[in-house]
């Protein structure tokens, strides 16, 4: 450790007000040793106004560090940087960097400024070791040696040294100098392995910023150890500003931002726009002539943690949990007590509402029981359409087999009719408010907020309501497998469907947004067993 020598409070502490930008500089070099292990130590206000200490091959370095803010129309020329304070002997600002080397060891000398050099200055831009030398800067060192003649730093070096040995950076304002701060500490955070956002960037900083300002105002003659930033302590305490910012992110980190790619295609949808009822058709598709009820159960797998795992589960997955975290998710599919063609036909349609919607779900809806009862809506689903207002989707799924759907269709008709109610849209909201988890998703418009609020009238829920219902049924068109036309059958066989499910909604249903997701079947058995056989074997693998 290089400690402070000649203690003085001269020019520190007591001329502390204005020197803001200082602490800027400070900060710059602070994040530069935090990134290179050469640098032991940064220093304010001690042998100058900063001094960084680092260590090369030929041994320590000490860069004295003068901060100019001086405000002017014109450039730095060569008369400022030469010109004596009122005649006083060695009182010239190049003269007050060279006799701050007062240290044993090498010797370098930075001035920053915000004003930008004259062309005769210009070379001292150019870092040390990118100069080719004898160049500008060596013949200005002559220059101030003729002026100069016998004038020597503490550690007898001359003007030739300290042209060799010294820089001059132009920093800009505040706001430039802030800038380029902010994006070293950005490097610094994404090298350690984290990827903090602007705001806690900005908080980081303004850590930092602190650092720098204690480490300037403390008194030297007394608590001279607090000038110096130490390189380990530093990295410690980025470290854990960094993983702290990382615990907030997670905090409110947005997990339905991305999602599995879409498997299903649809074929076939409602063509007039602005209906109150309309339809989607879906098609699993084949592969040479195989239908690819294998491949649809391996994607609705990579659906089931999201499905099945609450936002905050949802965003702690990592590399040494995924595997719990997957297992948990099966383990809560496969433990339900709702029967396993209902959660199947609820996980489809979770997979199509976030596909085709991009939608937010309120997660483990399905599982959630409200007055010991399990709701009819296993679905919930936020849905954001540009130029629209947001919208709740309140879902219906069912697997349906062969010659069940006229059963089934009267069925969910009578689940309608009997929500459109204050009591039962009032427990729908509560179990929503119980399950949302509004820092893990979007903002949303204050009056979609309100809309959930448990003193807003049922009407207002309604004007943001949408019933969407999956039909994933036997289709006798898929019966005999693949056909050449089998799409265009389609098509016929679910606008039946479809027809058919309209002229039985209840008169209080039609005047709410219902859609229908159809999902033709060649075999719903054969898609079970796939999916089934999917699970079981991911158990016996984390097993």
Not at 4 to 25: C, E, I, L, M
Request: glycine share 4%; net charge negative; charged share 25%.
């Amino acid at each position: 450790m290089v400690r402070t020598n000649s203690p003085s409070n001269k020019g520190g502490p007591a001329a502390r007000q204005g020197f803001k930008y200082q602490d800027h500089v400070a900060v710059s070099f602070i994040f530069k040793m935090l990134s290179d292990s050469c640098y032991s130590q940064v220093e304010c206000e001690t042998a100058d106004d900063i001094v960084a200490v680092f260590h090369s091959s030929e041994g320590r370095v000490n860069e004295y560090i003068q901060v100019k803010t001086t405000e002017g129309d014109t450039k730095w020329n060569w008369q400022e940087v030469v010109e004596l304070d009122a005649t006083k002997v060695g009182s010239s600002l190049l003269q007050k960097s060279l006799k701050c080397d007062v240290r044993p060891g090498l010797a370098r000398f930075r001035i920053v400024t915000k004003r930008d050099v004259a062309k005769i200055l210009e070379g001292f831009k150019i870092e040390l070791d990118r100069r080719v030398l004898p160049d500008a800067t060596t013949a200005r060192g002559a220059a101030l040696l003729k002026t100069f003649k016998t004038f020597v730093s503490p550690n007898k070096r001359d003007f030739a040294y300290w042209a060799k040995n010294f820089v001059w950076q132009v920093y800009g304002d505040v706001e430039a100098l802030e800038a380029v701060n902010i994006k070293a500490l950005s490097k610094l955070a994404e090298g350690l392995g984290n990827r903090p956002n602007f705001t806690q960037l900005q908080a980081i900083y303004n850590e930092f910023l602190e650092m720098a300002d204690k480490a300037a105002t403390a008194n030297v003659k007394t608590a001279s150890e607090s000038k110096i930033i130490h390189r380990e302590q530093s990295l410690a305490y980025l470290r854990t500003l960094l993983d702290e910012a990382d615990d907030k992110s997670t905090a409110s980190s947005k997990p339905y931002k991305k999602r599995p790619d879409p498997f299903l295609v649809e074929f076939h949808a409602s063509t007039e726009e602005e209906l109150l009822q309309s339809f989607s058709g879906f098609d699993v598709r084949y592969a040479l002539k195989k239908w690819r009820h294998e491949n649809f159960a391996r994607h609705l797998i990579e659906w089931l943690p999201e499905f099945s795992l609450k936002a905050s589960e949802i965003v702690n997955i990592l590399a040494h949990n995924a595997e719990a975290i997957l297992a948990r998710s099966i383990s809560a599919f496969s433990d339900s007590e709702i029967p396993r063609d209902r959660l199947i036909a609820e996980l489809i349609l979770h997979a199509i509402m976030r596909s085709r919607q991009n939608s937010e779900p309120v997660a483990c809806k399905v599982f959630y029981k409200s007055a010991g009862k399990l709701s009819e809506f296993g679905n919930a689903h936020i849905v954001q359409v540009p130029g629209q207002e947001d919208q709740l989707w309140l879902g219906l799924a069912r697997l349906i087999k062969a010659d069940d759907m006229d059963a089934t269709l009267a069925q969910i008709c009578d689940v309608l009719e009997q929500t459109i109610s204050e009591a039962v849209l009032s427990a729908e909201r509560e179990i929503i408010i119980s399950l949302r988890e509004p820092l893990h998703h979007q903002p949303k418009a204050d009056a979609f907020n309100q809309v959930l609020h448990r003193n807003s009238p049922i009407d207002d829920m309604l004007n943001v309501l949408c019933f969407p219902i999956l039909l994933t049924y036997d289709s006798e068109a898929l019966s005999s497998g693949w056909l050449a036309d089998y799409v265009n059958n389609l098509k016929m066989e679910i606008e039946a469907h479809f027809s058919k499910f309209t002229t039985q909604l209840p008169e209080n249903i039609k005047q709410v947004k219902v859609m229908a997701f159809l999902v033709p079947m060649e075999s719903i058995e054969q898609l079970i067993k796939a999916f089934n056989a999917r699970c079981e074997k991911l158990k016996v693998l984390q097993a």
